[in-house]
């Protein structure tokens, strides 16, 4: 075997493991052999669930006043911070892509909250393109504050690769959903008036935008230097890769037995194993840098999937309440224990937004173990473009210094 095979099935079996190990352990958990509602897609399956618990609700207010003492004060964690510094001045306008991009999401966003139909069909599908629209939108202003530079305007293929990594990724998190019994499902799938063909692609090009969305908010906290430095020369937390996949097979295979007291594992469970792959293998991930304790990558990959949760469950929200007329089959409701209390103009309750957390960097592991597996380049940091008048000004500041 070729060392590049080698390393492909190195890559591969544990991610197989964490497709079959649910199969494997749903034939002795249920009847059937597979949960309900396995193989619907969407997933439309949101049966009873256990309601309130004070217990488990209170474990995870404590998890995530952690989670938020954490980010919001990195000092009392031994953080001392990293150099600030200085982004390039731009001489860069808005991009025509930001204008177009607005145009998309306030259309879209008009359309797919009013539910007019007077566009006809076209209200069933303005999920897709407000997002995308959006995505272009927060790519504009990357391009501005980076003089220049952003994933479209220099990483275009980068960006193609995120919505088709985007596409997969989810088909495999809606897999996951089955074996915690609908933690998320799609209840208006089946009043709008589609095939089951046209459906399934809708969908599928839905999904696209996921990953891309994660990026664009990515670098857009990157340009700010002193958040960059934040979270830098903080503790070292070094993990071993095989520990890792064995703990994340373990998670899994646990979730489906409890799928209830562990539904917090739909997430936990792939993203520890694709993590202990990635170390395993010496390969670039965010926990290269927090075992050096630079925290940046990962922090900022998991608030852009936390503010961008915010966005995302705002306007699922307003799409569908009232309940009629029903026009958008992207439209999702959560079937969550325990915790589903405090909903503010959102379908997700108040503690679910701190699983976006986990769930954005588990996003970016999957485009960078897909980059390692097929061959593509995963790197999706933007340098700023310097220009003249950034080296006026350091010429300037050495010659006063002189």
């Excluded at 966003?109 to 069909?121: A, E, K, N, P, Q």
């Excluded at 407000?130 to 479209?152: C, E, M, P, Q, T």
């Excluded at 469950?313 to 309940?323: I, K, L, Q, R, S």
Aim: aromatic share 22%; charged share 10%.
């Amino acid at each position: 075997m070729s060392v590049k095979m080698n390393m492909k099935w190195k890559l591969l079996w544990p991610v197989l493991l964490t497709i079959l190990v649910p199969l494997l352990v749903a034939w002795f958990v249920y009847p059937t052999h597979l949960p309900p509602g396995f193989g619907q897609f969407p997933p439309q399956y949101g049966g009873d669930v256990p309601g309130f618990n004070l217990t488990y609700f209170i474990i995870m207010l404590i998890s995530v006043i952690l989670m938020t003492c954490f980010i919001a004060f990195p000092k009392l964690f031994g953080f001392k911070g990293g150099e600030v510094k200085t982004m390039p001045v731009s001489t860069k306008s808005l991009p025509w892509w930001f204008w177009a991009g607005t145009i998309f999401t306030l259309f879209f966003w008009w359309l797919m909250w009013t539910r007019d139909t007077v566009f006809g069909d076209l209200v069933y599908w303005s999920f897709t393109p407000l997002w995308w629209g959006f995505i272009f939108v927060l790519d504009g202003i990357v391009y501005k504050r980076n003089n220049g530079a952003s994933l479209f305007a220099t990483k275009p293929k980068t960006l193609l690769a995120a919505g088709i990594v985007s596409i997969v990724g989810w088909v495999y998190f809606e897999y996951y959903d089955y074996f915690v019994l609908g933690n998320w499902y799609y209840p208006q799938v089946k009043y709008i008036p589609w095939s089951k063909l046209t459906t399934t692609i809708e969908f599928l090009i839905t999904y696209s935008m996921i990953t891309p969305v994660f990026f664009q908010w990515y670098n857009l906290f990157s340009t700010f230097p002193r958040f960059v430095a934040r979270y830098q020369n903080g503790p070292k937390m070094k993990l071993n890769g095989n520990l890792m996949i064995i703990i994340g097979l373990l998670i899994i295979a646990a979730m489906v037995v409890y799928p209830y007291p562990l539904f917090w594992a739909v997430w936990i469970g792939p993203f520890t194993v694709l993590t202990g792959v990635l170390l395993k293998l010496n390969i670039w991930n965010p926990f290269t840098n927090i075992a050096q304790g630079n925290w940046t990558a990962g922090i900022f990959m998991a608030l852009a999937s936390f503010t961008n949760g915010i966005v995302w469950e705002f306007w699922n929200y307003g799409c569908c309440h009232p309940v009629q007329p029903i026009t958008n089959p992207n439209y999702w409701i959560y079937n969550i224990p325990y915790v589903d209390v405090i909903h503010i103009f959102s379908e997700m309750p108040l503690l679910g937004y701190w699983g976006y957390l986990p769930f954005g960097v588990l996003v970016w592991q999957v485009f960078i173990w897909s980059g390692k597996l097929l061959g593509f380049n995963s790197d999706i940091d933007i340098t700023p473009i310097t220009n003249s008048i950034d080296n006026g000004h350091v010429n300037q500041t050495t010659e006063a210094a002189s």
